[in-house]
T-cell receptor, first 114, second 109 residues
Framework: GAGVSQSPSNKVTEKGKDVELRCDPISGHTALYWYRQSLGQGLEFLIYFQGNSAPDKSGLPSDRFSAERTGGSVSTLTIQRTQQEDSAVYLC????????????FGSGTRLTVV | KNEVEQSPQNLTAQEGEFITINCSYSVGISALHWLQQHPGGGIVSLFMLSSGKKKHGRLIATINIQEKHSSLHITASHPRDSAVYICAVRSRGADGLTFGKGTHLIIQP
């Protein structure tokens, strides 16, 4: 696609429910990144994919968070048993490859846990 | 201490003024990014630097690797430049970016 597409743009969920966030990167971009922007923490790195592989999951805040990427394209970030502290804007970005390449960010998914 | 420090945190200026936003970092990096975020908007990548200087329209970004410092300049500032400007670095050996807290810029007409 022309840009990085994220869905949904907004999600309100009840505490304890599972949510799935989707990112569709720019076609041909092999690197895909998930970031989180919350009021108290600013922007923080969660996880990246090179192709379908996520070599390092240590940035994920807890074991309730998981992410996968299939076909080297679309990625989903899943949060199980959501908590109020999970409320944030979840941003996806893609780049041509991992390394010193420019990023293109999606518009984000604003998650509110009530 | 954050790995990435930006100054100033807030800046209000008049239309037409020359703007400078500074970024200092404490680790070895492979690249530094300048990002722009309008209120309620997404993040736009302005520059990625690993050395020297880049220019795009009225925006100029410089980096001094030895001093671990980068600046973002805006010439002939305009109210539409009002946004949060974020410096982010990719540390050597790291996977993702580490972000500064951002500089909230307001350009008044």
């Amino acid at each position: 696609g022309a840009g990085v597409s994220q869905s949904p743009s907004n999600k309100v969920t009840e505490k304890g429910k599972d949510v799935e966030l989707r990112c569709d990167p720019i076609s041909g971009h092999t690197a895909l990144y998930w970031y989180r922007q919350s009021l108290g923490q600013g922007l923080e790195f969660l996880i990246y994919f090179q192709g379908n592989s996520a070599p390092d999951k240590s940035g994920l805040p807890s074991d309730r968070f998981s992410a996968e990427r299939t076909g080297g394209s679309v990625s989903t970030l899943t949060i199980q048993r959501t908590q109020q502290e999970d409320s944030a804007v979840y941003l996806c970005a893609s780049s041509l490859a991992v390394g010193p390449y420019g990023y293109t960010f999606g518009s984000g998914t604003r998650l509110t846990v009530v | 201490k954050n790995e990435v420090e930006q100054s100033p945190q807030n800046l209000t200026a008049q239309e037409g003024e020359f703007i400078t936003i500074n970024c200092s970092y404490s680790v070895g990096i492979s690249a530094l990014h300048w990002l722009q975020q309008h209120p309620g908007g997404g993040i736009v990548s302005l520059f990625m630097l690993s050395s020297g200087k880049k220019k795009h329209g009225r925006l100029i970004a410089t980096i001094n690797i030895q001093e671990k410092h980068s600046s973002l300049h805006i010439t002939a500032s305009h109210p539409r430049d009002s946004a949060v400007y974020i410096c982010a670095v990719r540390s050597r050996g790291a996977d993702g970016l580490t972000f500064g807290k951002g500089t909230h810029l307001i350009i008044q007409p």
